[in-house]
């Protein structure tokens, strides 16, 4: 395992407005914020989601539709950037009416509600290619 230590530049409360779209709004608060990385986590519920599957033998995304209101039982995430521009990598379980659950690598999500705990840093995280995996992996 590669790891880096960063600064950690405050901590953030966030709430998103309804319907605005979650993965969207975080880019633009770390551009307006200049914020360059950092790891975040969100709560709440959706009114629409779309999620995809990494099949690691084809090395492509499949993705999903989720249209029906869900809970976010958990979203975790960071931030890097790739080419000088931001790239929020996160992943979510939502729950069902039925308390069922599905989730997986987060493309969106349309906000009901939702709130955001975000843990910003200034320090650069760039995300490079690498082969063996054929995904853009934090160069650390
Ligand atoms: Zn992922």
Redesign the pocket.
């Known amino acids: 395992m590669k790891c880096r230590k960063l600064k950690i530049d405050g901590f953030y409360l966030g709430r998103f407005d309804y319907d605005s779209e979650a993965v969207a709004e975080i880019k633009k608060f770390a551009v307006d914020s200049k914020i360059n990385s950092g790891f975040f986590t969100i709560i709440g519920a959706v009114k629409e989601a779309v999620i ?1 599957f ?1 099949d690691q033998e084809e090395k492509k995304y499949f993705s999903k539709e989720l249209k029906q209101h869900m809970e976010i039982v958990s979203c975790t995430g960071n931030m890097a950037t790739k080419d000088e521009k931001i790239v929020v ?3 979510a379980c939502f729950s069902l009416p039925d308390g069922s659950t599905v989730g ?3 493309v969106s999500m349309r906000i009901f509600a939702g709130e955001l705990h975000f843990f910003p840093s200034k320090d650069k995280v760039e995300r490079k290619f690498d082969e063996t995996t054929g995904l853009n992996l934090m160069d650390l």
């Open positions: 995809s990494y990598h996160a992943h997986g690598h987060l």
